[in-house]
């Protein structure tokens, strides 16, 4: 080997050795963006809004036994929106694999009155209905009949 690429190789060597450094740098941020980037979102997050969740409904319906529920477990509205909001995803107790409109999703989470809640909120479109509430901390006693009225 001539003296001048004897001295160029160790140059050359560092370019490529900055320049794969530069590529997988590059892919990892793409790869895991930054929790300040705001464009893209988390995993869950963009399964849940590909599965059809809004948690920011126009209009928030609530069937006959959520009330009831709602009234039995000393669960009020606000509640409801702080779940909705903050709570997680049980994909488990889900039901996912239906058609539109038949979806419901299980959120659970705690409350400001540190109620251990789980949510069933089935989507439609713009709109949410609570289908029912529970509390997985407490076993409150409740009389709803079928309908969701208490007796």
């Known amino acids: 080997m001539s003296t001048p690429l004897k001295k160029l190789l160790p140059v050359i060597t560092l370019v490529i050795l900055a320049l794969a450094t530069l590529a997988v740098k590059n892919c990892r941020a793409h790869n895991n963006p930054s929790p300040g980037n705001n464009t893209v979102q988390t995993n869950e997050a963009a399964a849940v809004k ?15 036994h959520a009330r009831c529920r709602m009234g ?61 509430v529970i509390d997985l901390g407490t076993e409150w006693p409740c009389d709803c009949d079928p309908k969701g009225n208490q007796e």
Not at 50 to 64: A, T, V
Request: charged share 30%; proline share 3%.
């Open 50 to 64: 590909q599965r059809g969740l809004n948690r920011n409904p126009s209009h928030i319906n609530y069937s006959k």
């Open 72 to 132: 039995c477990r000393h669960i009020d509205e606000s509640e409801v929106l702080e779940l909705l909001k903050d709570g997680q995803v049980n994909y488990r107790k889900s039901d996912l694999n239906a058609e539109d409109c038949r979806k419901k999703y299980a959120i659970e989470g705690y409350s400001h009155d540190n109620q251990h809640l789980r949510i069933i909120f089935a989507p439609c479109q713009d709109e949410l209905t609570v289908v029912t």
